[in-house]
């Protein structure tokens, strides 16, 4: 068997790099944190102010306390009024400690860093807002408040040092119980007298006098309120100004600790029925041994009681509802990251992957509601939920962002110490989120303003929505398999169906009534699934060669049927050299610097599977000139692109040299997915800034949540985004529970995709490609038809018609509503069950159509 890889290129791979493996070593084992530069950070504040700072416009009223920077929101048209803040906190008998009541109180937490690792929150109720430490900068159209935010001291008006003569003179005028207490804390320092742990080329630095005289210091970590007593017991023996001035521009250079500080202004805006929060991070200032490592909006903002009715609405899935007061307390609070994970942050195992999807949250308190969108710096975002009872008497829901990234660092191998490295600066971009208040207390009407708002920020979403019912099936042409030659084990491609095979299985399925679906081509070039990098386009041999891949294209015409070529460029798999790439020049980097080596991670153990072969992130213009030459393949021949993860997951490049961020990954992810939809796109997953360029959405999560807190899954993005944009789930031949995800896609207005592969499932033994077992085509054929031709004569006309409502009924029956009247009837229980008079089969679905 022919294979593009060979044991000499093998070799070739591995040697070539090891020529400069040695200098890459050196260069990172170089790497140390840098003494950062000071920085000093102007204290914010300092007198509280008075009255009400106000925003108005025809919908909306912001009203502002000066002195404390809550405020309220008022509806005009429903009278509600949303708070920044529980208005009963102190109070609060579920919230014991001040600390907790101090969370309520707070409208931001920031969260920071230190070399050791060491992560702090701080909430600016106890760290700023009760200090005083903030002011208010009303504009025309906007108020926005500069918060410090730190455990700032007071300066206190006493010497650190003076002379032996000038403290001998002060404390004769003290009583005797305060000049006794007061030379407690001072030491007299003579040079020539010193303890073996001084250092007295420090001190002679910081104290110049001593090589002429003896001193007095105050020692290093004397309490505040014993600061405090000393400055009383100074000023009452007659100390004045003048000499504290003098003595502090004679002593002012004794070293102090460091303490954490911070400058963040939040701004806020009224824009039509919208509250628009920006927090920018041009603005936000701190020490560099104290990096910002993440800021949390308005915790509490809109925040439900025990003695509340309502539900948080959360992008879990297609969505995911949180009931006020749901006796969850026990369980995990929610936490989803925006996009899910940065491959560009290392990690060492995975329990759960967290990702939402689409941006936004939202909640219902007693017959009102509101949606907030992140927008701005939303690939930062993280997703925070939690019910009553754990903390506080408050159901509550609220965005993060992650903004310093960082890792740790092996100093030694010889050593268990690390130390931590963070990005050097924060993201040029900014972050805001926007609150659109309704009186809607249902999750369905919810959704349809969320569609509204989605149709407003792209407008071309629906431009590319198919005809009929969204159908796809994935054909897998080759794989990879290890094999050996001259004893040198290496891979080779292994194929699953030849193109010759793939125009056969196209006339079965027609013969079997599937005609009208979307053609997925994956593993036909480079070795396969895995493919090598996309530097060329090598069509597999095994498979046919070129003059086949071409025949096959023109019979697929000829029946009518679209072809998709299936691709990725984000990741170096099995690449080196002889592909056009080298991992030290090519990979992104970690924060720390090193290359994105990765590894899949055990379902077992949750670990990596280190005891795998490797694969390496790239950076983003690698990733962009991989596309192009996809790109230019697919255009060659007028097919359309299958893109695995553009669309789907989002990675930065932490390399200090040329930082790329997830924001600009986003965009540039944008532009790839604008430049592919010329002959059509497919995508994985749907991240809501892909959708109006795909011409299908694959493997759409709409499977139910795992997370315990959540009551109840629901359609909320599908009801948004039905009638606009062609979407189906995983393949139904490769779910765990292919009747379970029929019926997810008959409750979410999901089409249909399969996986096929020619061979029986035992060619796939021993490799690396188990969840394909289920793909045979002999095996799945005449299933496959059946479920076809059902779900197209059901839901016939209904992919193309608004999804109105979802409701969950008696014994968990689902119901889906589309504004054709037609209704589908979901039951996921094992026995039958009627519901408003529609009896509904044990697991199955029942469509009735509109009058």
């Known amino acids: 068997m022919e294979g593009k890889k060979s044991w000499i290129k093998t070799i070739l791979n591995f040697v070539i790099p090891i020529a400069v493996l040695g200098i890459i070593v050196l260069l990172v084992l170089m790497i140390r944190p840098e003494e950062a530069e000071p920085v000093e950070i102007d204290i914010r504040g300092g007198s509280l102010g008075e009255g009400t700072a106000v925003l108005e416009n025809d919908d909306l009223v912001l009203s502002m306390d000066r002195a404390t920077s809550y405020f309220t929101v008022t509806d005009k048209a429903t009278g509600t009024v949303w708070s920044s803040n529980p208005a009963n906190a102190d109070t609060d008998p579920l919230a014991p400690t001040i600390d907790k009541k101090s969370n309520l109180k707070s409208t931001l937490y920031i969260t920071y860093g230190n070399i050791n690792g060491i992560m702090t929150t701080l909430n600016n109720c106890t760290y700023s807002i009760e200090k005083g430490i903030f002011d208010i900068e009303e504009g025309k159209d906007s108020i926005t408040v500069n918060y410090t935010i730190g455990n700032t001291e007071k300066e206190y008006k006493i010497p650190l040092a003076l002379p032996e003569k000038d403290f001998n003179a002060i404390t004769k005028k003290m009583e005797k119980k305060a000049a006794k207490q007061v030379k407690e804390y001072y030491r007299k320092t003579d040079i020539n007298k010193l303890r073996a742990q001084d250092n007295k080329e420090e001190l002679l630095a910081s104290y110049p006098d001593l090589a002429e005289m003896k001193l007095y210091i105050l020692r290093d970590g004397v309490a505040q309120h014993l600061k405090a007593t000393i400055e009383k017991y100074f000023w009452e023996a007659g100390y004045t100004e003048e000499q504290y ?230 054909v897998i042409g080759a794989i990879d398999k290890v094999q050996q030659t001259a004893g040198v084990p290496y891979k080779q491609p292994l194929e699953l169906t030849t193109f010759e095979e793939t125009v056969e299985m196209a006339d079965e399925l027609k013969a079997l009534g599937v005609d009208d679906y979307k053609l997925k081509l994956t593993g036909a070039f480079n070795d396969g699934v895995k493919h090598y990098v996309l530097k060329d386009v090598d069509i597999v041999s095994e498979l046919g060669g070129k003059s086949d891949f071409k025949e096959m294209l023109l019979a697929l015409k000829d029946r009518n049927i679209k072809v998709y070529l299936e691709g990725q460029t984000d990741f170096a798999y099995d690449s080196g050299v002889t592909d056009g790439y080298m991992t030290f020049r090519d990979a992104a980097k970690f924060v720390s610097r090193e290359e994105c080596e990765l590894y899949d991670y055990s379902i077992v153990w949750y670990g990596q599977e280190d005891y795998n072969d490797p694969y390496y992130l790239v950076t983003p213009e690698y990733n962009k000139e991989c596309f192009d030459v996809f790109k230019e393949f697919t255009d060659e021949y007028g097919i359309g692109m299958a893109l695995r993860n553009t669309g789907y997951l989002l990675n930065s490049d932490y390399n200090p040299k040329d930082r790329f961020t997830r924001e600009q990954s986003k965009e540039m992810s944008r532009e790839m997915l604008e430049a592919a939809s010329e002959y059509g796109t497919i995508i994985n997953e749907g991240n809501d800034y892909a959708l109006e360029y795909a011409d299908v959405v694959t493997s759409m999560d709409i499977s139910n949540s795992n997370m315990a807190i959540i009551d109840y899954d629901v359609p909320f993005y599908e009801l948004a985004i039905h009638g606009l944009v062609d979407y189906t789930g995983v393949p139904i031949n490769l779910s765990e529970d292919f009747e379970y995800e029929l019926l997810k896609s008959a409750e979410f207005g999901a089409g249909l995709s399969f996986t096929f592969m020619m061979c029986p499932p035992d060619r796939i033994q021993e490799t690396m490609y188990y969840d394909y077992f289920g793909s045979s085509f002999d095996l799945w054929k005449e299933k496959a038809a059946q479920i076809y031709k059902r779900f197209k004569n059901d839901f016939s006309g209904i992919y193309n018609k608004k999804m109105i409502r979802h409701t969950v009924g008696d014994n968990n029956i689902r119901i889906t509503e589309y504004e054709d009247g037609t209704k589908v009837y979901v039951n996921y229980n094992y026995k039958d069950i009627e519901s408003n008079g529609v009896k509904v089969p044990a697991r199955d679905y029942v469509v009735k159509r509109g009058e």
Request: hydrophobic share 30%; charged share 25%; with cysteine.
């Open 245 to 474: 001035q003098a003595h502090l521009s004679r002593y002012s250079t004794k070293k102090v600790e460091d303490i954490p500080l911070f400058n963040v202004s939040v701004e806020y805006k009224l824009v039509g029925r919208d509250l628009v929060v920006s927090v920018p991070l041009e603005k936000i200032e701190y020490k560099p041994d104290f990096p910002i490592t993440n800021i949390e909006i308005l915790p509490y903002f809109g925040a439900g009681s025990t003695e509340d009715t309502g539900f948080i609405v959360l992008p879990e899935s297609g969505g995911a509802i949180i009931n006020f007061n749901n006796g969850r307390n026990g369980q995990n609070a929610y936490y989803a990251n925006v996009y899910g994970w940065d491959y560009a942050t290392s990690r060492t195992s995975v329990v759960t992957e967290t990702r939402n999807t689409f941006p936004m949250f939202g909640l219902s308190k007693n017959g009102a509601s509101f949606l907030c969108m992140l927008e701005d710096g939303a690939t930062y975002g993280n997703i925070n939920a939690d019910v009553s009872g754990r903390f506080d008497s408050y159901n509550h829901v609220d965005a993060g962002y992650s903004l310093v990234h960082y890792e740790s660092y092996d100093v030694s191998g010889k050593s268990n110490s690390a130390f931590y490295i963070y990005e050097e600066t924060l993201p040029e971009e900014n972050i805001s989120q926007r609150y659109r208040f309704g009186d809607d207390d249902n999750y369905s009407d919810m959704a349809a303003e969320y569609r509204k708002y989605l149709l407003d920020r792209y407008p071309m979403l629906g431009s590319k929505k198919g005809e009929g019912m969204p159908a796809v099936i994935e």
